[in-house]
């Protein structure tokens, strides 16, 4: 018992210094895998048998590995397919091991220990970099690939776990509203724009934008980020002006028509004669889509292009290999032609599954990083070396990794996401600005009523509804009634066909609500029926909806009686036991049905 207690503080400090050594060297990330791997297997021999699920994220690490793994078979001896293989452990391994260890509680410490740890990093980079300038007095050191050469270190990788640790030290910075974070956040701007990345760099402008201006409200730490971000971009502007100087924007979609070991290639124009290069193989091998010509023959095939095309100099040009061995540059590319359309779609689903079952209280952050994975997927195959392997899983994991989320639960919040935004795009789109203009007209008050509602688990959430009374003071406290003076004609006319629930499929994208679920009540009413009902509140296990089994059959609207609400409970109660998307899709075909036909 004393071992454990122990392992349970040491783990949140070996879980911070296991994602820092990303930035180090390869064999030392991988002494900490293993590290952690050891103290996860304890847990998990520890552990009850009985409390243990499969975690959602491992399950879809694990079916993008298994795209991967297929390929043992239809390619058995290849080489470079074993090699390839081998890096993919890590989508088994990392999230397997996030998931043994409890790190709710101690997922500031572990992000303080990141973005302090990554500026300490930043500084040694710049220390390094000054001595390497006072040998040599060129101040090239000081940039790109350069400035992270003593860890044999990748522009653009870096980038990304700096602007990671970036992110950590501005959410931490609002959150304990503390200015001791001005210093790691300016080591770490200075050192992601010395970087020069193109993309991390305009990644970066959006970063201090919104939080210097939209989450940080205090007018002098507005303006000390401010300053921060203009003296880093004075010290590189110059070479990040050259950096984008350097794309040819004569013939931006165009491939060269002839290449030899002569012919300059700036970063964009490299990338777009690759990810041209994946489609040529893309058509070449139409027949094999299905479940791709795996990694190891794709990258042969790729390097085979390379030669013919002249991109491969040989070794007698002052000993360069041009560009052999190099990957697609397009996450995206790179996943179609090595596991085919299933490998882009479990790519997809692993990209997806982070927005679907993170916690609200973390969900900026989560949202922010991975829209960092999206983007930059498409500039990089970062899952094709192990820095980027590492990174993306270990840094969802810490947020995602003991989610055990049911299957029909991510099957629910994937649909009410695309029903959400199929609605949002192809009706409320043209639908609210209309309906907006008509009550403007007839309350010549705003159209949007925003009111407190009580969602999942008793959480309190705001709910938005077209507004269909006129102004008073108790909207608040009384829900409307039979015969209710403060409806408008046009009001009652909203509320009969249930336009007025229109906006809350704006509730359903955030995640607030969802299409079909038990109806979220009034504060207020929520407390009085909770008097009279024995665990009413109980109903609430699952997020609230738009509609649900009581409004499928005609319950909507003003209670009359304690019998009414009672009945409400019992079918709320009902769907939140035996939910699933077949149920979803009969409660909504009820709803429509009986709408149309409401009197």
């Known amino acids: 018992m004393k071992a454990q207690q122990y392992i349970s503080k040491i783990t949140p400090t070996l879980v911070g210094l296991f994602?820092?050594?990303?930035?180090?060297?390869?064999?030392?990330?991988?002494?900490?895998?293993?590290?952690?791997?050891?103290?996860?297997l304890y847990y998990f021999i520890k552990r009850d048998k009985k409390t243990f699920q499969i975690?959602?994220?491992?399950?879809?690490?694990?079916?993008?590995?298994?795209?991967?793994?297929?390929?043992?078979?239809?390619?058995?001896?290849?080489?470079?397919?074993?090699?390839?293989?081998?890096?993919?452990?890590?989508?088994?391994?990392?999230?397997?091991?996030?998931s043994a260890f409890n790190m709710k509680s101690t997922l500031t410490k572990i992000m303080k220990l990141v973005a302090l740890g990554a500026s300490f990093i930043a500084a040694f980079l710049l220390l390094f970099a000054s001595f390497q300038f006072y040998k040599s007095a060129e101040s090239e050191v000081y940039y790109y690939h350069n400035l992270v050469s003593i860890v044999s270190g990748n522009a653009i990788y870096y980038s990304?776990?700096?602007?990671?640790?970036?992110?950590?030290?501005?959410?931490?910075?609002?959150?304990?509203?503390?200015?001791?974070?001005?210093?790691?956040?300016?080591?770490?701007?200075?050192?992601?724009?010395?970087?020069?990345?193109?993309?991390?760099?305009?990644?970066?402008?959006?970063?201090?934008?919104?939080?210097?201006?939209?989450?940080?409200?205090?007018?002098?730490?507005?303006?000390?980020?401010?300053?921060?971000?203009i003296i880093g971009f004075a010290l590189s502007f110059q070479k990040i002006s050259d950096r984008f100087k350097e794309i040819d924007r004569s013939n931006l979609l165009e491939t060269k028509q002839t290449i030899n070991p002569a012919t300059a290639f700036d970063g964009f124009s490299l990338r777009k004669e690759l990810i041209l290069i994946g489609l040529e193989l893309q058509v070449e091998h139409a027949s094999q889509m299905i479940v791709g010509i795996g990694p190891g023959i794709c990258q042969e095939k790729l390097n085979q292009?390379?030669?013919?095309?002249?991109?491969?100099?040989?070794?007698?040009?002052?000993?360069?290999?041009?560009?052999?061995?190099?990957?697609?540059?397009?996450?995206?590319?790179?996943?179609?032609?090595?596991?085919?359309?299933?490998?882009?779609?479990?790519?997809?689903?692993?990209?997806?599954?982070?927005?679907?079952?993170v916690e609200k209280d973390v969900r900026r952050i989560v949202f922010f990083m991975n829209g960092f994975f999206l983007i930059g997927f498409l500039t990089e195959s970062f899952l094709s070396r192990q820095m980027g392997i590492v990174s993306f899983l270990s840094f969802n994991s810490l947020f995602v990794a003991q989610h055990n989320i049911t299957i029909r639960l991510l099957v629910k919040r994937i649909f009410d996401l695309l029903f959400s935004l199929i609605v949002i795009g192809c009706l409320l789109s043209w639908l609210m600005p209309l309906l907006s203009v008509l009550i403007i007209l007839d309350l010549k008050s705003f159209p949007i009523f925003v009111q407190k509602r009580v969602g999942k688990n008793g959480k309190i959430f705001h709910c938005f509804k077209l507004r269909t009374m006129k102004k008073n003071t108790i909207n608040e406290h009384l829900p409307a009634q039979i015969d209710d003076q403060r409806i408008t004609k046009f009001g009652a006319f909203l509320r009969k066909y249930a336009f007025d629930e229109l906006p809350q499929f704006f509730n359903v994208l955030t995640g607030s609500m969802s299409v079909v679920g038990p109806r979220p009540l009034m504060l207020s009413d929520e407390e009085k029926f909770s008097k009279m009902i024995p665990n009413f509140s109980s109903r609430l296990t699952v997020k609230p909806g738009i509609t649900g089994f009581a409004q499928a059959f005609?319950?909507?609207?003003?209670?009359?009686?304690?019998?009414?609400?009672?009945?409400?409970?019992?079918?709320d109660k009902k769907y939140s036991q035996t939910y699933s998307f077949w149920l979803d899709m009969k409660l909504i075909f009820f709803t429509i049905k009986t709408v149309l036909n409401s009197k």
Request: proline fraction near 3%; glycine fraction near 4%; hydrophobic fraction near 55%.
């Open 160 to 229: 990304l776990f700096f602007s990671i640790a970036l992110l950590f030290a501005f959410e931490l910075m609002i959150t304990n509203k503390k200015r001791v974070y001005i210093l790691p956040i300016t080591l770490l701007t200075v050192v992601i724009l010395l970087l020069s990345s193109k993309l991390f760099t305009v990644l970066l402008v959006f970063l201090f934008l919104y939080y210097s201006l939209i989450q940080v409200k205090s007018i002098p730490l507005k303006s000390s980020l401010l300053l921060v971000f």
């Open 305 to 357: 292009k390379l030669i013919d095309k002249q991109f491969y100099t040989g070794e007698n040009a002052h000993s360069k290999s041009g560009f052999y061995n190099y990957n697609f540059h397009n996450q995206y590319v790179q996943t179609l032609l090595e596991t085919g359309w299933v490998g882009l779609l479990s790519l997809s689903l692993m990209l997806l599954t982070p927005f679907l079952i």
């Open 55 to 98: 975690p959602v994220f491992f399950a879809v690490s694990l079916l993008f590995a298994a795209t991967h793994g297929i390929h043992y078979w239809i390619q058995a001896g290849n080489e470079q397919l074993n090699f390839e293989l081998e890096k993919k452990l890590s989508f088994l391994l990392i999230p397997l091991f996030f």
């Open 554 to 571: 005609g319950y909507k609207g003003y209670v009359g009686s304690r019998v009414d609400i009672a009945n409400r409970y019992r079918l």
């Open 19 to 40: 994602l820092l050594s990303i930035a180090l060297p390869l064999k030392i990330n991988t002494a900490f895998i293993y590290c952690l791997g050891l103290l996860a």
